[in-house]
T-cell receptor, first 109, second 114 residues
């Protein structure tokens, strides 16, 4: 079945540093979604990418979808303590969202 | 607040027992999804219901079952519980039947099997 790999598993950064998490799928995806889960919370939808090569920005967050629609990345510029949490990518097909294992981001003040 | 509600928040039970987790989707959402989140497995898709009918199945054990009622709330039944079933169980909902639509997650039910 479809597998979605995500790296790194953990990332510690100093506040103000940049952060990137990468996502790779074993199959071509209909779309890719990104979710953020704060400690003790539930996943919250951030964004959806649909088109090959698509790039979307939300303030300090930049999301990319690969040309082959099999990989994606999330880049955060100048991290803040509010960025703490686990970031999940999720590969979409009509019948199932397959979540990556997540990248747990710690931001040190 | 996503608009998705789940009860109970916490559940502690013993091995071999059966429990029922309940989920009410956002108003207007017809799809309900169940996920299991454990430390070593990440978020695993279990099952999806759309407007009362089972639409997709993921890694759901035979000891687990679910249903969606006419008022669109859903229940996940876990039986013959084992220690390894201890996890966070999330319900999510979306408007349409396609899993690649944005999903709204509930706060989760933390199940502890002793």
């Amino acid at each position: 079945g479809q597998q979605v790999m995500q790296i790194p598993q953990y990332q510690h950064v100093q506040e103000g540093e940049d952060f990137t998490t990468y996502c790779n799928s074993s199959t071509t995806l209909s779309n890719i979604q990104w979710y953020k889960q704060r400690p003790g919370g539930h996943p919250v939808f951030l964004i959806q990418l649909v088109k090959s090569g698509e790039v979307k920005k939300q303030k300090r967050l930049t999301f990319q979808f690969g040309e082959a629609k099999k990989n994606s990345s999330l880049h955060i510029t100048a991290t803040q303590t509010t960025d703490v949490g686990t970031y999940f990518c999720a590969g979409g097909s009509a019948r199932q969202l397959t979540f990556g294992s997540g990248t747990q981001l710690t931001v040190l003040p | 607040d996503s608009g998705v509600t789940q009860t109970p928040k916490h559940l502690i039970t013993a091995t071999g027992q059966r429990v029922t987790l309940r989920c009410s989707p956002r108003s207007g959402d017809l799809s309900v999804y169940w996920y299991q989140q454990s430390l070593d497995q990440g978020l695993q898709f279990l099952i999806q219901y759309y407007n009362g009918e089972e639409r997709a199945k993921g890694n759901i054990l035979e000891r687990f079952s679910a249903q969606q009622f006419p008022d669109l709330h859903s229940e996940l039944n876990l039986s013959s519980l084992e220690l390894g079933d201890s996890a966070l169980y999330f319900c999510a909902s979306s408007v349409e039947r396609w899993a690649y639509n944005e999903q709204f997650f509930g706060p989760g039910t933390r199940l502890t099997v002793l």
